[in-house]
């Protein structure tokens, strides 16, 4: 519906919006991408697992060390704990994520089916808060422990000593260099660093698990003080359930899987309603993903416990948040071992980029639709700059302290956890399926459990995940209020009817009456053109025809607007609107009328009754309220030149 000519933007303007027309159509934003990929495009489900498994792979490079804090000498069996609760648990529940939200927008977009109006958009605001703070902090969490194995390689500890923090900014700053660039190639580099990776680290598990063999001692003193410390095994399994929450670290990965799902190749006869190959190949990526990590967790926490000395897993350590890098150069030398740092540098900078095509993903799918971002969050470039200076700052506040990121990290991912399965239980209980009703209630308890823990040892998480939930939910309402008078009208389609309605007074003046309907009964519509005649000095030759508008959920901000003819009492003509807003409705129709008709139409109103203020927060909570000048406002905002705007008359 186009309404005014704008000038044509500026050459960096145009290319920070590139590709915002496109987003948010069809199966809505596809990813972090200028120009989303057409439709079933994409990249075999092992080469999509590398994408993911940066962030979930790359958590060996602090896992180890943050699990041998949190358990100490229990560090092998809390992390058996993890596994079982892992396979068991996450991956059951992001396989039926992954049929139930094929198009990436995850359980945040399931439980958003569940509730309506305000409270569904403030819960979704919850969950992108906490969203935000599981996929910010993997990209400071990464990008500080990358600074750290930078740090304390040998060959270059004096050079940059206490440099940290500076090198995680520069760190964060190319990984939102290359975003701006374009990031959908750079899967192919995923695949490389993945390979890399996971070849050099199968290196350090073999060769630590030959120490372990030929020096059997260790196992002997580990059991020995892991007996006298704790006794036997049943409290071993009891407190290692206590202290799991702090091992959360370990399922981060899941929702970026299912992030990722547009990505994924699928079938050649996937179609975007009923993609089944899409969502039989990202199961089989978050199976191989978690049977690969479960495999490499256990075995590196056994190697590192009974390998490195405690001591050393402790703030300033040689091996705290750089474990399997302290034994790649302690047995393999310094040369594999730089080797090694290079290796995980490199992955735990790409980390970020998982991260950031989660946030990508999801943040520009529901803000903008809510009204709660300017409309240019669509794009991905802007959205890079502001997340990348919101990493700036993190960095910053925890000093690219990698512990000290622990526990907010632990609790975003935690909470999509809990949600998830929440949301998968409820899913499963409306299928009627009961056995997998009880399964899927038990793992949500386990993780909301988890959660709870989580959050009583570890405060600060849930602080921090506050912080961003406050944020978000500050910007997203006065980014509503700023565009509380936008015409919010997608498109707008009148039925036979209407239009012949249109046709018939598109000859003469086109008056129309904007009614709030009550009984519809012939007196109200009487009453209403002879209030209306006497109000405006209306000649009684002149005809009208009404104009209603019924509000639906007056929380969504963005709707196509359908128009229905109607004649009631075999002489009124009526067109009745549902939309969220009756003021932004009304101005819609008047410019498509002006526009299909080459005519000004003209709408009359009666003004509402009560306290201006009061009126304006009922339009912008409920979508009703003083609508005579907040038409007229919306009108003006949408066409700035006078003689072409629709006239608004109220008396």
Not at 28 to 50: L, N, S, T
Not at 462 to 489: H, N, T
Request: hydrophobic share 50%.
């Amino acid at each position: 519906m186009a309404t005014t000519e704008h000038p044509s933007p500026g050459r960096l303007r145009a290319w920070m919006l590139e590709g915002l027309s496109d987003m948010g159509k069809g199966g809505g934003h596809q990813g972090p991408h200028a120009v989303p990929e057409p439709v079933h495009k994409g990249r075999p489900w092992y080469r999509v697992m590398c994408l993911t498994g940066v962030d979930y792979f790359s958590t060996l490079g602090y896992q180890p060390g943050i699990a041998a804090l949190a358990a100490g000498l229990l560090s092998p069996v809390a992390t058996i704990v993890l596994v079982v609760v892992t396979l068991a648990g996450a991956l059951p529940v992001y396989r039926r994520v992954a049929e139930e939200s094929p198009h990436g927008e995850g359980s945040i977009s399931m439980l958003e089916r569940l509730l309506s109006f305000w409270k569904g958009k403030l819960f979704v605001l919850t969950l992108l808060g906490f969203a935000a703070t599981d996929f910010l902090i993997t990209i400071t969490l990464s990008a500080a422990d990358a600074s750290t194995h930078l740090v304390e390689n040998p060959h270059l500890t004096d050079a940059l000593h206490d440099k940290q923090v500076l090198i995680t900014l520069i760190l964060v700053a190319l990984l939102g260099a290359v975003f701006l660039k374009g990031f959908l190639e750079a899967i192919g580099v995923a695949v490389a660093l993945v390979g890399v990776y996971l070849a050099l680290n199968a290196v350090v598990v073999a060769v630590g698990l030959w120490h372990v063999a030929t020096e059997a001692h260790v196992v002997t003193d580990w059991s020995n003080a892991l007996t006298a410390e704790h006794g036997n095994v049943f409290v071993m399994v009891g407190v290692a359930l206590i202290v799991f929450p702090k091992l959360a670290l370990g399922l981060s990965g899941f929702e970026t899987g299912v992030a990722v799902m547009p990505h994924v190749k699928g079938d050649p006869g996937d179609t975007e309603e009923r993609p089944t190959g899409r969502i039989r190949d990202t199961k089989k990526l978050l199976t191989v993903a978690a049977l690969i990590m479960s495999c490499f967790l256990i075995a590196t926490s056994f190697i590192t416990t009974l390998l490195i000395p405690e001591k050393e897993f402790e703030p300033g350590g040689a091996a705290n948040g750089r474990a399997l890098a302290f034994l790649a150069h302690d047995y393999l030398g310094n040369i594999f071992g730089t080797v090694y740092d290079v290796s995980t540098i490199a992955i735990l900078w790409f980390a970020g980029a998982s991260a950031m095509a989660g946030l990508l993903n999801l943040m520009p799918r529901y803000l903008p639709r809510y009204g709660m971002a300017p409309h240019w969050a669509r794009a991905v470039r802007p959205m890079v700059i502001v997340f990348t200076l919101i990493a700036f700052l993190v960095t910053w506040i925890f000093d690219a302290d990698v512990d000290a990121q622990g526990g907010a990290y632990a609790t975003g991912v935690l909470v999509l956890i809990s949600s998830a399965a929440i949301a998968v239980t409820i899913a499963a209980h409306k299928a009627g399926q009961r056995k997998a009703t009880i399964g899927f209630a038990v793992i949500s308890a386990v993780f909301l459990y988890t959660t709870v823990v989580n959050v009583i040892e570890r405060p600060d998480g849930v602080k921090i995940g506050a912080c961003f939930i406050a944020g978000i939910i500050l910007v997203s309402l006065l980014s509503r209020l700023a565009r509380a008078f936008e015409l919010r009208v997608t498109s707008v389609t009148l039925d036979p009817l209407a239009e012949r309605f249109v046709r018939d007074m598109a000859s003469r003046k086109i008056r129309f009456i904007a009614n709030e309907p009550d009984q519809r009964d012939r007196a109200e519509y009487r009453d209403k053109i002879e209030q209306i005649r006497q109000d405006n000095d209306v000649p009684e030759q002149e005809d009208f025809v009404f104009v209603e508008v019924t509000v639906l959920d007056p929380s969504e901000f963005e709707a196509g607007l359908t128009v229905r003819g109607e004649v009631l009492h075999s002489r009124y003509r009526v067109l009745t609107l549902e939309s969220s807003s009756i003021p932004n409705a009304l101005a819609a129709l008047l410019l498509h009328v002006r526009d299909t008709t080459g005519r000004t139409p003209h709408i009359y109103f009666e003004w509402t009754e009560g306290n201006p203020f009061t009126n304006f927060l009922r339009f912008f909570l409920f979508g009703q309220g003083e609508v005579a000048p907040v038409t007229r406002e919306v009108l003006r905002e949408a066409e700035r030149d006078r003689t072409r705007r629709p006239r608004v008359h109220a008396g």
